[in-house]
């Protein structure tokens, strides 16, 4: 299908935005005075992304009388899911794909958008301060995504340094600047190697994210004729998510191109040399003990380098004192999606600490989900934590492997309540019907396509 | 409310006119509150030929494809092979009851629904169709666990539905069902739809696909109007260049 179809329902967006206006009256004056009322029904949303607008919507679609308000610290909507063909530069893939206003939806379902960072929460007093005046809420929803961790992985590094590798060499797993940097980094690049260091250790967003770039880059060095390899430093030996169908399509399309190596340690990146240097390990075993003695020392050259460093939660999570794991995830009532700390705090997307995959599918799923359990807590009702459950197919997720053609592989997850005492997913890499054999097949590279489009519709119409 | 007196008024004129058999199902639904339930001017299916479709020649368990109620709106006409349950009691999202009476045809196993999937409105193009029927025999993802399939299945993001059972949500992210096509049969074996039962997202259709339906049906407005008098039946496999299922 045509990239162009779905695209242009986006301009829609566009025309309605120009109409509306934020229908909430914010004020920058004293911390006392509050832009809303809580009404006994009042829901303030922290985060405009795959949850947060997800349930935004789905709140007003069960009960219009539940006012509903989003804080979002970005003006434009941009999407991590489909980024990595952009940079792959796949046939009618641009920024506007990716993009959208936030007004369309806050005017379509009735619910209110505010541009704001929000940069404090007190539980007690059920208020939320953000830049752009303070909220009041009876139910709190928190969906702000990650953060990195470049301090925790490199403990030497200093503020400047930080600073400076983060914008040389962007991680781009949060949509917005790093992703046009490093697509113009690419843009621009002359014959030579791309480097890219996916996250070393921990849970992060979207396990296959850093391998579909890389064969998307590896596809864009093909198709440019660009004389270069995509070198990949890795600390997981090939054992990542849907690795035998990545390592499949690799050598079946980018043999010579792709340069993998499985177990390396990143330690230093000198952006003003183009340089990065790495421990590089024998085995598993020898990388986990970590011992420079046991490794060989490397420094290459690099045109482009995409370091993703490990991933944490949000801080908006501690912000709000509540209970978490020590990545700062948000710990969780049984397999609800509730806070276990407070029970009108709700936490969805990749902040919770539940063992489902941080995917913007399953944000949507936990949005929804969430939003039925809110809806039987407003009404002063119970709800079965394990309805549902398990659920067959709580998460599918395609990655794009090809350009030309487009070929894609997938997993599906199946969602249950484990004994652990948490949700957990199970994975399941299926061969598709039309691989021939294969991990990949051109109906899935067109599934990748309808996937992204489908959620586009989820989240603004 | 629109579609509400709409019906009542279709109700005044059923009292007059007792003779067309479509009038005869909109009265059905009208005992039953008309809840979900919206007429269209019958559409007489027709052959690729341009011959009226007689029903006892549909092959069991093949997709065929016909626009209805829209010019654009894709919609799926399957013979179950088996007979659909009668009488079934559904709920759209927002709560509303209705009620699947069920298939048409000697066995009852005749049924049609809108195409259009109620997740997030993939639908089946000319260029290429994730959403279909698969038949008894076939294997889905989106029912990992079970033994027999004989459902809808949207593999965009792998939902199924139950056709038997008035097109309703069973698998995948998909929490409202189908929208039924409701049909009638004549004296002669041959078809009709004549209206959609179950919550519906044509207006949201419209909305999404602009850009589709200028290349498709030369432009939007063109799309929305109402397939008048007679609609073509063709199997899917002709309708679409390549059926995409997982
Ligand atoms: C390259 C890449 C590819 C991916 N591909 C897929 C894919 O194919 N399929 C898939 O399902 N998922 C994919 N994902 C994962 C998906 O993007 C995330 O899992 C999803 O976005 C998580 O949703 P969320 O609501 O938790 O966080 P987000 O969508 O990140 O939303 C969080 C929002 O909170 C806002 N925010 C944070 N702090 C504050 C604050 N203090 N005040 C106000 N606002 C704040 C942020 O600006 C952000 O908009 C991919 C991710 C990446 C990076
Ligand atoms: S659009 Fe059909 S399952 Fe999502």
Same mark, same amino acid.
């Given at each position: 299908?045509?990239?162009?179809?779905?695209?242009?329902?986006?301009?829609?967006?566009?025309?309605?935005?120009?109409?509306?206006?934020?229908?909430?009256?914010?004020?920058?004056?004293?911390?006392? &005075?509050?832009?809303?009322?809580?009404?006994?029904?009042?829901?303030?949303?922290?985060?405009?992304?795959?949850?947060?607008?997800?349930?935004?919507?789905?709140?007003?679609?069960? $009960? @219009?009388?539940?006012?509903?308000?989003?804080? &979002?610290?970005?003006?434009?909507?941009?999407?991590?899911?489909?980024?990595?063909?952009?940079?792959?530069?796949?046939?009618?893939?641009?920024?506007?794909?990716?993009?959208?206003?936030?007004?369309? =939806?806050?005017?379509?379902?009735?619910?209110?958008?505010?541009?704001?960072?929000?940069?404090?929460?007190?539980?007690?007093?059920?208020?939320? !301060?953000?830049?752009? +005046?303070?909220?009041?809420? $009876?139910?709190?929803?928190?969906?702000?995504?990650?953060?990195?961790?470049?301090?925790?992985?490199?403990?030497?590094?200093?503020?400047?340094?930080?600073?400076?590798?983060?914008?040389?060499?962007?991680?781009?797993?949060? =949509?917005?600047?790093?992703?046009?940097?490093?697509?113009?980094?690419?843009?621009?690049?002359?014959?030579?190697?791309?480097?890219?260091?996916?996250?070393?250790? +921990?849970?992060?967003?979207?396990?296959?994210?850093?391998?579909?770039?890389?064969?998307?880059?590896?596809?864009?060095? @093909?198709?440019?004729?660009?004389?270069?390899?995509?070198?990949?430093?890795?600390?997981? +030996?090939?054992?990542?998510?849907?690795?035998?169908?990545?390592?499949?399509?690799?050598?079946?399309?980018?043999?010579?191109?792709?340069?993998? @190596?499985?177990? !390396? @340690?990143?330690?230093?990146?000198?952006?003003?040399?183009?340089?990065?240097?790495?421990?590089?390990?024998?085995?598993?075993?020898?990388?986990? &003990? +970590? $011992?420079?003695?046991?490794?060989?020392?490397? !420094?290459?050259?690099?045109?482009?380098?995409?370091?993703?460093?490990?991933?944490?939660?949000?801080?908006?999570?501690?912000?709000?004192?509540l209970e978490t794991n020590p990545a700062g995830y948000a710990l969780m009532d049984g397999y609800t999606l509730r806070s276990k700390t407070d029970k009108d705090v709700y936490v969805i997307g990749d902040a919770v600490s539940h063992g489902i995959p941080p995917s913007g599918h399953t944000a949507i799923w936990t949005a929804k989900r969430a939003a039925g359990q809110i809806q039987a807590q407003l009404a002063g009702k119970s709800f079965d934590p394990k309805a549902g459950l398990p659920v067959p197919v709580g998460n599918v997720c395609y990655s794009m492997v090809s350009g030309n053609p487009e070929e894609a592989i997938m997993v599906t997850h199946e969602f249950v309540a484990h004994e652990n005492g948490m949700l957990v997913g199970n994975g399941n890499v299926p061969k598709p019907k039309d691989g021939n054999g294969k991990f990949r097949s051109k109906g899935t590279g067109k599934a990748t396509r309808e996937w992204f489009a489908g959620v586009k519709r989820e989240l603004f119409m | 409310m629109e579609r509400r007196s709409f019906l009542k008024m279709t109700g005044a004129s059923a009292a007059a006119v007792v003779i067309s058999p479509s009038l005869i199902t909109q009265r059905l639904y009208a005992e039953d509150g008309l809840s979900l339930y919206e007429s269209y001017e019958k559409v007489h299916l027709k052959d690729a030929d341009g011959n009226p479709l007689k029903a006892s020649t549909l092959q069991p368990e093949v997709n065929y494809v016909f626009n209805f109620p829209h010019i654009a709106t894709p919609c799926i006409l399957v013979d179950l092979g088996r007979p659909a349950n009668t009488n079934v009691k559904l709920k759209a999202d927002d709560g509303t009851e209705y009620l699947f009476k069920g298939g048409v045809g000697k066995n009852g196993s005749i049924v049609a629904y809108s195409a259009i999937c109620p997740h997030q409105l993939t639908h089946p193009t000319p260029d290429d169709s994730f959403f279909q029927y698969l038949e008894r025999k076939g294997k889905t993802l989106a029912l990992p666990n079970a033994n027999e399939a004989g459902v809808f299945v949207c593999s965009s993001h792998l939902s199924a539905f139950d056709p038997v059972n008035g097109g309703k949500a069973i698998a995948g992210p998909a929490t409202e069902g189908l929208t039924q096509i409701v049909l009638e049969i004549d004296e002669n074996d041959e078809l009709w739809a004549v209206g959609a039962l179950g919550a519906n997202r044509f207006h949201d259709y419209m909305d999404a696909f602009k850009p589709e339906f200028k290349k498709y049906y030369e432009n939007k407005r063109k799309a929305k109007r109402l397939v008048k008098d007679e609609a073509k039946v063709v199997a899917l496999k002709h309708f679409t260049k390549e059926i995409i299922q997982y």
């Open positions: 299908m045509s990239m162009e179809r779905r695209d242009l329902f986006k301009l829609a967006g566009v025309a309605a935005a120009a109409a509306v206006l934020p229908s909430v009256a914010v004020t920058t004056a004293g911390a006392a &005075e509050i832009a809303n009322k809580a009404s006994g029904k009042t829901v303030l949303v922290v985060g405009g992304g795959f949850g947060g607008l997800t349930i935004a919507k789905e709140l007003k679609k069960k $009960d @219009k009388t539940i006012d509903v308000t989003v804080i &979002e610290k970005k003006d434009i909507f941009m999407a991590c899911p489909f980024s990595n063909t952009y940079l792959g530069g796949l046939e009618g893939v641009s920024l506007e794909t990716l993009t959208h206003d936030f007004y369309a =939806p806050a005017t379509k379902h009735g619910y209110n958008f505010v541009q704001a960072e929000v940069t404090a929460i007190d539980r007690k007093a059920k208020t939320v !301060t953000t830049t752009n +005046g303070n909220f009041t809420y $009876d139910i709190l929803v928190l969906s702000p995504g990650i953060a990195y961790d470049y301090k925790g992985q490199f403990p030497e590094w200093s503020e400047e340094k930080i600073a400076h590798v983060a914008h040389a060499c962007p991680a781009a797993l949060m =949509p917005g600047s790093e992703h046009l940097a490093l697509k113009r980094q690419l843009v621009d690049m002359d014959d030579g190697d791309v480097v890219i260091v996916p996250p070393a250790q +921990g849970k992060y967003r979207c396990p296959p994210a850093p391998y579909e770039r890389t064969s998307m880059v590896a596809n864009y060095l @093909k198709e440019e004729g660009i004389k270069g390899k995509v070198i990949v430093l890795d600390t997981r +030996g090939g054992k990542f998510s849907k690795g035998a169908a990545f390592q499949e399509s690799w050598k079946d399309l980018y043999d010579g191109i792709i340069d993998y @190596k499985g177990f !390396t @340690k990143v330690i230093d990146v000198d952006p003003a040399k183009n340089e990065i240097t790495y421990l590089e390990f024998t085995d598993a075993a020898s990388l986990l &003990e +970590g $011992d420079p003695e046991e490794a060989k020392k490397h !420094t290459i050259k690099y045109q482009v380098c995409n370091l993703i460093p490990n991933n944490i939660c949000s801080p908006v999570i501690k912000m709000a004192g | -």
